[in-house]
Structure formats: C-alpha cells, structure tokens
C-alpha cells in the first residue's frame, strides 16, 4: 500500500455499518469528504483501480490520485446526483 501512497489498514477500520443505514451514512460521508481517513483510503483505492481499467496507460498511483481529487473537489458526488436525477 506505501508504494501507492496508501495506509496499511486492519479489519477494525473497514467496517461499513451494521445497517443498510449506517453504510449510507459512510457513503454520503465518503462522497462529502468527512469520512476517516482509511474509509477515504479504500474508496479510493478501489475507484483507482476502476478508473485504471478505462485508463491503463496511467499508473494505479495516478489512478488512486484522481479518485482522491474527485472526491475532494466534489465531483464524484455531483456524478451520483446527475446519475439519480
């Protein structure tokens, strides 16, 4: 994970609810950037990794780095309410 710029995590710090509630409550904090630091980690990683798929000729790391500043910036966000609207 440190080559990629990414935190080791343990089980405890994945953990997404109890409820279908509580994971949309971790969603909504992901895509308003409050949620902690390794939820931003993994969401980011994964949404690297797809965006890697549509883009192989950039790196994972520069994958990951654009999933970061999409959800930083608030467009990942402003893409799930144009998708709902």
Known sequence: PEDL???RL??????????A????AIFRNVLD?????????????NAGMAIHCMKPE???ADCIAEARESISSG????S???LLN
Do not use: C, K
Not at 33 to 45: E, F, R
């Open 5 to 7: 710029d990414l935190p």
């Open 10 to 19: 343990v089980q405890a710090d994945l953990h997404g609810g109890n409820t």
């Open 21 to 24: 509630e509580e994971a949309s």
């Open 33 to 45: 950037n409050t949620a902690t630091p390794a939820q931003l980690a993994v969401v980011s990683a």
């Open 58 to 60: 950039q790196s994972i």
């Open 75 to 78: 467009r990942a966000r402003q």
């Open 80 to 82: 799930l309410e144009r």
